[in-house]
């Protein structure tokens, strides 16, 4: 059994390095995961260069969610055993050939999945659930806009959405992502940067829940999309966070307005949202209902090429590096 580990660490230059680190080891109710495979998310690029840390008490270094075989349990963990396939959602250490999750933050890797696949899609599917679900209280028969309608997020939006009965809008910044969006199943896909995707919600007859991870001037272009009642979660400002809004249409039409965060929530909050997802939405998956969309896989010894990838923007889906 080894005792070491690969490993991709940040180096004083803000470059990443592989390195041999020591493998960490199960505790309470934590599982050791030997990674196959692992998810490349825009939280990572953050954490690079220093702004997005990993929680007080995990592991510093990137990686979200991992997809592996359960190599040893903690003697709290429930549920798994040695040899068990996992998609796990983490607060750090992804990047690595190994990773320690608890065993409330795993799930069984669908039937048919390859590991790839599988490191697709937990960090999405549950930030999905916990926001669009949960908090906004998504209803079959309303009207559900996400932005970025090609990103790891909005390609699980787009697709739990439409299998919950909704009308499904979103955004996408080429002609291509708008065609892929649609073919994800969104009812219509607007170029933002061509088309006036506050004009076209409305001709629909406005939206009620938005998953938003643009912020600046969106948040106001959104209250203004938005119906009675409707609600409208951010999950991240790509364009900035502090804005100039009027906040009488949100009372006027009795709005709701959230954010969140996932990362940082309690294993007891992540193994909630990892019951309603599964509860909800998991089996669609190995059904053919809800398909992982994975736009390329890097090797380890490729790590800047997927990083210098998602800061591009120029791939529809998630990327993935397998270990």
Not at 10 to 26: G, H, N, T, W
Not at 82 to 106: E, F
Not at 169 to 194: D, M, Q, W
Request: with cysteine.
């Amino acid at each position: 059994m080894t005792l070491t580990m690969r490993a991709i660490e940040v180096q004083d230059d803000q470059s990443l390095k592989i390195v041999e680190l020591a493998r960490p080891e199960p505790k309470g109710a934590e599982v050791l995961i030997k990674v196959e495979a692992f998810g490349i998310n825009r939280g990572d690029l953050l954490q690079r260069v220093g702004m997005y840390p990993s929680p007080k008490g995990a592991s510093p270094l990137m990686g979200l969610e991992a997809c592996g075989v359960v190599e040893a349990v903690g003697p709290a963990a429930d549920r798994w055993k040695v040899g068990d396939k996992v998609c796990a959602l983490l607060p750090g250490g992804g990047y690595a050939s190994y990773a320690v999750a608890d065993a409330g933050s795993c799930l069984p890797l669908p039937d048919g999945l390859s590991f790839e696949q599988g490191a697709s899609l937990t960090e999405t599917m549950m930030t999905v659930w916990t926001n669009v679900f949960d908090v906004c209280d998504l209803q079959p028969g309303e009207t559900f806009l996400v932005h970025g309608g090609t990103s790891g997020i909005g390609v699980s939006a787009i697709q739990m959405a439409r299998q919950h009965g909704c009308k499904v809008l979103t955004t996408a910044g080429t002609p291509e992502k708008c065609v892929a969006a649609e073919t994800f199943g969104a009812h219509r896909a607007i170029n933002y940067k061509s088309e006036d995707f506050v004009a076209i919600a409305k001709e629909v007859g406005g939206v009620d829940v938005i998953l938003d991870m643009v912020g600046g001037d969106y948040v106001s272009k959104n209250i203004d999309c938005l119906n009675r009642k409707g609600r409208m979660v951010n999950i991240a400002y790509m364009s900035g966070s502090k804005v100039e809004v009027n906040l009488m249409p949100v009372m006027l039409k009795r709005l709701t307005i959230t954010g969140s965060t996932l990362r940082a929530r309690t294993p007891e909050e992540k193994r909630q949202v990892r019951d309603g997802l599964e509860g909800e939405f998991w089996h669609m998956v190995s059904a053919d209902k809800i398909n992982p969309v994975v736009y390329k896989v890097f090797e380890m010894e490729e790590i800047e090429q997927a990083h210098a990838l998602m800061k591009s923007s120029e791939h529809i889906g998630k990327i993935v590096v397998k270990t």
